[in-house]
């Protein structure tokens, strides 16, 4: 396979992989809004949470196939979310306000596209950039003992 069909399939995955995550956060927050009537950031936080959680693993493993250091990879989300969080929340607070009054899930819709495209390009340089299919490298080894 060449590397742009590689690249092509990790972007497919990753697509695949944060489409689902995104299903759970969405899923999540509906039912922290409408069932459980938390505040609407507290209602973010978890299901921006769960997501995450979701999305990471099975990037890991099986979009990127990294095996590099996995608490200092989930430090490196953990610290683009350190960024991305407070950001996302300070212009859903604003965009849904009373002054703008853009309807929530129209702002989650949004927020969550924009996180879709830098979170990969985070996860592809930052976070895996190195340790790109060095798991493909691992199972090899490991089957041939």
Do not use: C
């Amino acid at each position: 396979m060449s590397f742009d069909k590689k690249e092509l399939m990790r972007t497919v995955k990753f697509t695949l992989f944060s489409i689902s995550a995104g299903v759970i956060e969405a899923v999540s927050f509906t039912l922290f809004d409408e069932v459980f009537h938390l505040n609407y950031w507290t209602a973010y936080l978890i299901a921006l949470i769960l997501s995450v959680l979701w999305n990471f693993t099975l990037n890991r493993k099986i979009t990127f196939h990294s095996a590099n250091n996995i608490p200092i990879a989930m430090l490196k989300v953990a610290g683009y979310y350190a960024v991305f969080t407070p950001l996302s929340t300070i212009w859903t607070a604003y965009l849904t306000s009373d002054k703008i009054g853009i309807n929530e899930y129209v702002v989650l819709a949004g927020t969550m596209i924009i996180n879709f495209v830098t979170e990969y390009l985070f996860q592809r340089f930052a976070v895996f950039g190195r340790s790109i299919d060095t798991a493909k490298g691992k199972q090899k080894a490991g089957s041939q003992k």
